[in-house]
């Protein structure tokens, strides 16, 4: 997939789809909760893993089992369709 900064249209549309998600300084933020820091931190490797094959890299904050998630892609300054791509896929590792 290559990469390309989004539209506002595309982001106004994006946020519509991806549940949780808000746009926040021109950044895609969500926290995401889960059930212990075990959880919490799983969930991470497996989204880092993912993130590691796609280049692309979420700026993150762990506490206990609160992840707190910033996207959006440096180079274009702004979103891109990788960080909607990225976000899709960590609602989908934290079934939501």
């Given at each position: 997939m290559e990469?390309?900064?989004?539209?506002?249209?595309?982001i106004d549309a994006s946020l519509l789809e991806l549940t949780g998600w808000e746009e926040v300084d021109g950044k895609l933020h969500k926290e995401f909760?889960?059930?212990?820091?075990?959880?919490?931190?799983?969930?991470?490797?497996?989204?880092?893993?993912?993130a590691d094959k796609i280049d692309h890299h979420p700026n993150w904050s762990n506490v206990y089992s609160k992840v707190t998630v910033e996207l959006w892609t440096h180079d274009m300054d702004g979103l891109s369709n990788w960080d909607v791509a990225l976000a899709r896929k960590m609602n989908l590792l934290a079934g939501s």
């Open positions: 990469r390309r900064k989004l539209t506002r249209e595309e909760k889960f059930g212990s820091f075990a959880e919490a931190i799983g969930w991470m490797v497996s989204v880092a893993i993912y």
